[in-house]
């Protein structure tokens, strides 16, 4: 199935897919093609290939096709099953060949809900709505979804099993997973992601919220506010600044680029590695219970001892806390 909407300017993109694949790329005009003054959102929708029992759509079609159909037919219909059913397996086989299907295999895309409503004159956006539960069937539930849509525009997605990919910028994003996999590339404004056991990259993002109970999580940067809630995941953040939060249960934390803002990192059992980037000062607080704790780093009762900063206004607040993880604190290696 596709469909095509003019969408001048960025749309709210509401996607709800099982399992499958959702690929969403946000780009500009030129990269879409569309050097005039309007701009196009693509819904692309085919059924997925991956799903449990998939290969069940294939065979039928097999079947239903004539020859393998007869071949089977014909080869139960030569001798009595002694089931009590006429015809035995060969009545089974041939109900492959009658019915809704027969001769023409319903498209269940055809059934996908897609909507576009245009935007409002209080300021809310278009919204562009694609919703794959209407056209479930038994093991055909899988689907992949393609939306090409404005540079900037917003993104809601929620999965089962559906992996989910965002290529390009977009301005707030929240997606909702049991165990497909999140990979995003650019939020300006705020990234929530919230997953059972998928795992979560993220490349860029203003401020993010991010929680999982199993899956992975790795960000890139982080300009702003993070959050980031784990069970057993390991979470690692190359880059951040600003106010963040990681809490973890038995996950490791590894912190490889801190900057100035304020960080508290808390594990249970999990050992957790901070990286404080070159010139910046901290006031540290590091706490375990059965861990050990080590810092690279000259650490003195007062600040101002370093020489690397004016000893009343640190740069960083830190705080790690741990119950038997190890704890490690070093300096950054930029390249």
Known sequence: MHREFLTPEPVTIEIRNAAGDVDIELVDAQQAGDLGATHRTTVEVQTGNGQPMGFLDDVLKAVNSGRIGDELRNAFGRRDSGD??????????SSFGTGADNGSDPDPTDRVRIEHTEPRADGRRAIVVVDTDPARSGWRSSFTIRVRAPRGSGVRAQTQSADVTVVGVADRLEIRTASGAVSVDRVTEKAVVQTASGSVTLTETADADLRTASGRVGVHQVDGRLVVHSTSGDVRVDRSSGESSVRTVSGELRLAEVGPGRLEAVSVSGPVDVALRPGTSAAVDLSSVAGTTDSDLPVTDRLG???????????????????SGDIHLRRAVTV
């Open 305 to 323: 001892d370093t020489g690397d900063t004016d000893p009343a206004t640190p740069d960083l607040e830190l705080r790690v806390s741990t119950t």
């Open 84 to 93: 009590g059913a006429a015809g035995g397996p060969a009545a089974w086989f």
